[in-house]
């Protein structure tokens, strides 16, 4: 039997400690958690633009904006996740799509997600990013068809 001393133990620690920070480095930290519970980085949505949408089951306007959003994201040129302002469980999401008839995926901020955008201070707001999750625009208020078609022309002309 070979004894290692106290100090070779703790380099073997050391050493076990860096490996897996750095392999906990290579998966990027999730910022959001969907309605099935499942983690999700803003890179896993990444290679389309995004638009995230802000808003709550007690906004008229959010609620109004919700069949055009899942039209868009059914187009699928440009992806849409759509968070609750208020806090919720993924079952809470779940019932409130099923209750509302949400057609977008809904997200979970995680508290301590690094986001290119603030939590809004009026609702609804939405994010456009681009497909390497660079906030190209802020949009506050009720969106219709042409501000739709607007953000459909800039995405399409953008390089």
């Known amino acids: 039997m070979v004894r290692v001393s106290g100090k070779a133990m703790e380099m073997k620690r050391i ?59 059914q187009e699928g040129q440009i992806r849409v996740i759509a968070i609750n302002y208020d806090p919720a469980s993924p079952a809470e999401l779940t019932e409130l799509a099923r209750r509302h008839a949400i057609r977008v995926p809904l997200m979970i901020p995680d508290d301590d997600a690094r986001l290119p955008f603030p939590r809004p201070g009026a609702l609804p707001t939405s994010y456009l990013l681009d497909a390497r999750g660079t906030l190209l625009e802020t949009l506050v208020g009720e969106l219709d068809e042409q501000k739709l078609a607007e953000i459909k022309r800039r995405v399409a002309s953008a390089p």
């Open 15 to 73: 050493c076990w400690l860096i490996v897996a920070t750095l392999l906990g480095a290579c998966s990027p930290a999730p910022d959001f958690t969907d309605g099935a519970g499942k983690k999700v980085s803003l890179a896993d949505l990444g290679g389309k633009p995004l638009l995230v949408n802000y808003f709550a089951p007690w906004c008229a306007p959010c609620l109004r904006e919700m069949p055009l959003l899942a039209t868009l994201h």
